[in-house]
């Protein structure tokens, strides 16, 4: 290992020991594990051509796959090896890893999802591909300026990238506008090519490596030479940054930022340049197109790769020559689509004029598969046309094989609301998968006192079997296991208090405080305004009652907000606001302490979960389609606050009712309360600690220097309240204090944390990609 860095350093990046800085090491270091994926991937490669296998194909908008250093280290099984040789070269293992920037190329859970089913596809020996676009710029850096967010651009690829290969024989020229001749020639009146990347998908051992390939835009035309020799130097190279617009930036909306023209582009180019690589693919093993559904399974992302569909139908009818009906056929029978929300403001839909402007024979022929849908299914009444929008759940959902929601709630009430009609048409086409997450990540390396003692007692089988956790369960009668187990969250909660002290201004966090986290995406649904309009009563209560024995807690928020969100922004500017003025109050700051950590990303996740005694789930109900924390924070021993809504259900069913602190509506009384009129006024008038928060809100007490300035938060919750955080509070509050009173028994609190460890193996994404190979791919893992 010492002689691969060594080699790399001197032949690959030019230099010296001597003159090498961090970011040469972790380039050298990086390059020897990739070159031990190497012989795996190739045979991975071999085997799936040699079986005449099924692939799968992950097409995703987004993959937020974080670092990639220590994934390919402890996949391969050689963190021993790396920290010896690297301390033998007068490196620091943990400095190397940590110089990586993390790969941003998401925004939230449905990105984080797909970079874990990639992992676990991998680790199964599922012959995979992820396509997704290599944005030059992933999500936005946040920085918090006087208590507000400021996006900042983020820049990952103005450094080298240690992990991709790029492939400039796989290229693709992608089309856009122009006009159509004879009801089927299409001819673009622009393009750009779509050049591949590959990065190497390491499993656990080593033993099978997938591929994630990302499109990048390139001109066609590379720049203008005689507007150059004319002088008109800008204009010269015009075209060109056009072309690469389109895969400049991702798009910083997790729910729709509608009708922007560059993101269908951007949807466009890599469905159709990924459309076009699977097509070659598999003609270069197989004949007959019809046979495509037998060796192909596509799964879109939500809707965002939704175009795939009609430019298979196009492809197969307009260049391979097959009939309409069959292509439809083949093509329904190849994709299978997963919807990630129910929020109407996130169906997302398309203008159709800009639609036809850009993609004009793909509006002709959705209308034909619409025109085909209908015909067989006479009783139908809605259509993917629909007061002049385009819409994409509709269209996906009668383009594909399966259907799937990411939790049981969620895939219940994909039947009964949003899909309900195509559903009674189509009984058999949803289907749920719950959400799993890699274990890989989200314990053994995030986590590593605790795999540590896991691994003490159970070995390692664990890590790709995580239901064996279920044998910790025998141990919790062993005092010596439960005092191990609290020491490595202590020893978490330390490590974590050390680095915030240092680095959040007027936070004095204290390890013996029980850590309670909330970090998610900022969103009106997900009700942060919930947790903080509690921490405000709280903060009153203690005031009121210095002495009453009080809990100590950390209140711990982290994520971004879509720029355009001006009421999420208000949140994290309240969030900010209330910590300055709660961490300086002498009368509580030993009990309560707050704290917004900035530019929250999968790095951050890893070394704040480790460290929660309390994980936040409080989304009013039916709004969370699954969340993927909640699993993580289980997995690593937090106990859950949370109402009945996506996966929170099934944690709670598996971890024990006993083990979660429930509260809230359930989506029905969500329903029925909502139509009560005033129904935030009154459950205001009801609680007397509310109506308290919420006037030290609206009254200035944490803007004294602008008084008005969160009246509109104060406002909102006290009026339209759509997602009832008024009328949530009071049992929140109760359960809160019911947490207070569990965590002040500390032996108990162990204990009860531990059995959400051992509990939790199910959350696993090697079940839940299991459960897709079954339901939906029918497809083989070649391990
Ligand atoms: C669409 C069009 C235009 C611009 C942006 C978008 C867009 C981008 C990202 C829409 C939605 C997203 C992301 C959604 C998302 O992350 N959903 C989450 O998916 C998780 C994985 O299934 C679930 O656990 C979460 O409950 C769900 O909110």
Redesign the pocket.
């Known amino acids: 290992m010492k002689d691969a860095i060594g080699r790399h350093l001197s032949y690959s990046i030019g230099k010296t020991p001597g003159a090498a800085t961090l970011r040469d090491w972790r380039m050298a270091v990086s390059l020897a594990i990739r070159d031990r994926m190497a012989d795996a991937w190739f045979a991975s490669t071999r085997r799936t051509y040699e079986a005449g296998a099924k692939r799968v194909y992950y097409l995703s908008?987004?993959f937020l796959v974080g670092r990639l250093l220590e994934d390919g280290i402890v996949n391969l099984r050689l963190e021993e090896r790396v920290s010896e040789a690297l301390a033998e070269l007068g490196q620091d293992y943990a400095e190397v890893i940590a110089d990586e920037p993390d790969a941003a190329l998401g925004?939230?859970?449905?990105?984080?999802?797909a970079a874990c089913y990639l992992e676990s596809m991998s680790t199964l020996g599922c012959p995979a591909y992820g396509y997704g676009i290599r944005y030059e710029h992933g999500l936005f850096r946040q920085q918090i300026v006087d208590g507000r967010q400021v996006e900042r651009p983020e820049t990952w690829l103005q450094q080298p990238h240690a992990w991709e290969f790029e492939r400039p024989e796989s290229r693709y020229e992608i089309g856009f506008g122009g006009s159509v001749r004879d009801g089927t020639v299409w001819t673009p009146g622009e393009s750009v090519w779509a050049e591949a990347f590959d990065t190497p998908v390491a499993g656990w051992n080593g033993r099978w490596v997938n591929t994630l390939r990302l499109w990048s835009a390139k001109p066609t035309e590379p720049f203008d030479l005689d507007r150059f020799n004319r002088g008109e130097y800008a204009a010269a190279a015009e075209s060109e940054a056009l072309a690469r617009t389109i895969s400049r930036v991702l798009?910083p909306?997790?729910?729709?930022?509608?009708g922007?023209e560059l993101?269908l582009k951007q949807e466009y180019f890599f469905s159709a340049a990924s459309i076009r690589d699977i097509l070659r693919r598999f003609e270069s093993q197989f004949s007959d197109l019809r046979q495509l559904p037998e060796k192909v399974a596509i799964q879109l992302n939500?809707t965002?790769p939704a175009i795939a569909g009609p430019e298979l139908v196009r492809l197969l009818c307009d260049e391979k020559g097959l009939d309409f009906d069959e292509a439809l056929q083949i093509a329904q029978g190849t994709l299978n689509y997963?919807n990630?929300?129910l929020l109407p403001e996130?169906l997302?839909h398309w203008p159709e004029g800009l639609f036809g402007r850009l993609l004009p024979r793909h509006l002709a022929i959705i209308d034909r598969i619409d025109h085909a849908h209908a015909k067989a299914n006479p009783s139908r009444t809605s259509s993917v046309r629909d007061h002049g929008q385009v819409k994409m759940g509709e269209l996906s959902f009668i383009m594909a094989n399966r259907v799937n929601g990411?939790?049981a709630l969620h895939t219940e009430l994909m039947k009964s609301t949003v899909f309900a009609e195509l559903h009674r048409l189509h009984p058999e086409r949803i289907v749920n998968q719950t959400?799993g997450v890699t274990p890989r990540r989200w314990l053994l390396s995030c986590n590593r006192r605790l795999s540590t003692l896991i691994e003490e007692r159970l070995g390692l089988g664990w890590v790709d079997d995580l239901e064996q956790l279920h044998d910790l369960e025998p141990h919790l009668d062993d005092p010596a296991f439960l005092d191990a187990y609290a020491a490595a969250k202590t020893a978490n909660k330390a490590d974590l208090a050390d680095w915030m002290n240092r680095t959040q201004e007027g936070l004095t966090a204290d390890p013996a405080m029980m850590f309670d986290v909330q970090i998610k995406?900022i969103h009106e649904y997900k009700r942060q305004h919930l947790n903080i309009l509690e921490t405000i009563a709280l903060w009153q209560a203690m005031r009121d009652a210095p002495n009453a024995g009080w809990t100590p807690r950390l209140k711990l928020f982290a994520g971004k907000a879509a720029p355009g969100y001006v009421f999420a922004k208000e949140i994290i500017h309240l969030i900010n606001a209330v910590a300055k003025v709660v961490n300086a109050d002498k009368i509580t700051n030993k009990m309560l302490q707050v704290a917004f950590l900035p530019n929250y990303n999968v790095s951050l996740a890893e070394k704040l979960i480790p460290a929660a005694d309390l994980s936040e789930q409080i989304s009013t109900a039916g709004k969370?389609?699954?969340?993927?924390g909640n699993m993580k924070f289980a997995l690593n021993g937090a106990l859950t606050i949370g109402t009945l809504d996506?996966?929170n259900v099934e944690i709670r069913d598996r971890v024990g009712a006993e083990n979660f602190f429930l509260f809230g509506m359930t989506t029905d009384e969500v329903d029925q309360r909502r139509a009560i009129p005033d129904h935030a006024a009154k459950a205001v008038e009801a609680d007397s600690r509310l109506a308290r928060a919420l006037a030290a809100v609206r009254d200035g007490r944490f803007s004294p220097e602008d008084p008005g300035l969160f009246r509109g938060i104060a406002d909102n919750i006290s009026g339209p309240d759509y997602f009832l955080v008024a009328s949530d509070f009071s049992d929140y509050w109760r359960a809160q204090r019911e947490v207070d009173g569990a965590f002040a028994n500390a032996g108990d609190w162990t204990r009860r944390a531990a059995l959400n460890t051992a509990r939790s193996g199910w959350f696993s994404s090697d079940r839940a990609i299991r459960g897709y190979l079954d339901d939906i791919w029918g497809a083989e893992t070649l391990l």
Do not use: F
């Open positions: 908008m987004e925004n939230g859970g449905l990105g984080r999802l798009y909306d997790d729910t729709t930022e509608q922007k993101r939500d965002h997963t990630h929300t996130a997302e990411v939790s959400n995406r969370e389609a699954s969340g993927t996506g996966a």
